[in-house]
């Protein structure tokens, strides 16, 4: 395979040149980063958790491309390291910069996936994670991919097998360098997009200030999200293992995510009818705890028809973001789950099963 980087006469100046550039840009980047995460979204009402999420993932594997630099500078210039410990060292953060890397494209696809036509029908969260990148389309992804592979695993071509030495490090500090110096530059173009977006996103009375804050927008984005994952049931009734019939409705709501949803079960008892709703009620508190958009309460209200029966049952159930996140964390059931959910009404039918 052929180098494309020439060699150099001398590496120590080169890395002590490299050193201290990338110290100079990480110390741009770190002011950048914190004045647009702390003061640059204050103006945004609409999705802002989503757009500061962007910008902290971007910041992460642009860090790690310039601590590369230095460290690896550092490790040239003072330290007499093995050949065998730089190659271990260098693939450890080729791994973890490629994990966040791929976490930032995977949400960039996320946001396009919610402004444009495409879906997300994977129910997997591995799935899901690399069906958002796939969805940035094909040019990007072999953008994407081939940066990984040219700026971390392209070097290790030219040395013996699990050696590293100091020309590999140099091929690859120079295309880190490159790279976070056209990353850096797009950082504040990108910015003013998602403003222009933000402000096409209002109408002319939410352009007013002093104004109670209206997540009917917020709203209309989660249902749309929903529907490019998958979930059929926000426009039509659908039949699925469980129910005969499933709809979902969601009515104007300034304070919260309201979901009306109509069931109808024919030939199934009272525990399997309960089952069911847990685990429904379940699968979709996770899928809204991980859909980031500035809703924080979420609301289940079923309304249930059984077999030919005409009065409906209730099941009602409330959660906060921060419930399910630690509800979450404990690992439970569908069952239990739902049973600790502190804010629900259950129709007497469904109690004590």
């Given at each position: 395979?052929?180098d ?25 980047i ?6 647009i ?7 945004f ?27 690896f ?50 129910k ?6 690399f ?9 990007s ?6 940066s ?16 590293l ?9 120079v ?8 990353v850096i530059?797009k ?20 352009l007013?200030?002093?104004?109670e ?25 659908i039949?699925?293992d ?20 109509d ?6 008892n009272i ?65 239990d ?7 629900k ?9």
């Amino acid at each position: 395979m052929t180098d494309i980087f020439k060699a150099l006469t001398d590496y120590n100046k080169y890395f002590e040149s490299q050193l201290a550039l990338s110290g100079t840009i990480l110390g741009l980047i770190v002011a950048t980063s914190t004045f647009i995460l702390q003061s640059g979204f204050t103006s945004f009402q609409y999705s802002r958790s989503m757009f500061v999420k962007y910008y902290v993932l971007q910041s992460k594997f642009i860090f790690l491309s310039l601590a590369y630099n230095i460290f690896f500078s550092i490790f040239i210039l003072y330290f007499n390291f093995n050949p065998n410990y730089l190659f271990i060292a260098h693939n450890l953060f080729a791994l973890v910069f490629a994990k966040h890397f791929l976490d930032f494209y995977s949400h960039k696809g996320y946001i396009l996936t919610l402004h444009s036509n495409k879906y997300n029908p994977h129910k997997s969260g591995l799935l899901r994670y690399f069906r958002y990148v796939k969805n940035l389309g094909p040019i990007s992804n072999l953008i994407i991919y081939g940066s990984i592979y040219f700026i971390f695993f392209y070097p290790l071509h030219f040395n013996q097998p699990f050696r590293l030495n100091n020309h590999q490090v140099y091929m690859t500090t120079v295309s880190c360098l490159v790279f976070s110096i056209i990353v850096i530059i797009k950082i504040i173009p990108q910015f003013f997009d998602f403003s222009e977006q933000e402000y096409k996103s209002k109408t002319k009375n939410e352009l007013i200030d002093n104004v109670e804050v209206d997540l009917t927008k917020e709203n209309e984005i989660l249902k749309d999200l929903l529907t490019k994952n998958g979930r059929k049931e926000f426009q039509q009734h659908i039949k699925t293992d469980e129910f005969e019939s499933l709809f979902i409705h969601m009515p104007n709501n300034k304070k919260e995510a309201f979901f009306v949803i109509d069931i109808l079960f024919l030939n199934k008892n009272i525990y399997e009818i309960t089952e069911a709703i847990e685990k429904y009620s379940y699968d979709f508190f996770i899928e809204l705890s991980n859909i980031h958009v500035d809703i924080n309460n979420f609301v289940l209200s079923y309304f249930i028809k059984i077999d030919t029966k005409e009065k409906s049952r209730n099941y009602f159930v409330r959660a906060s973001r921060n419930e399910i996140e630690e509800l979450k964390k404990k690992h439970l059931g569908q069952k239990d789950f739902v049973a600790q959910l502190k804010n629900k009404v259950i129709d007497e039918l469904f109690r004590n099963i």
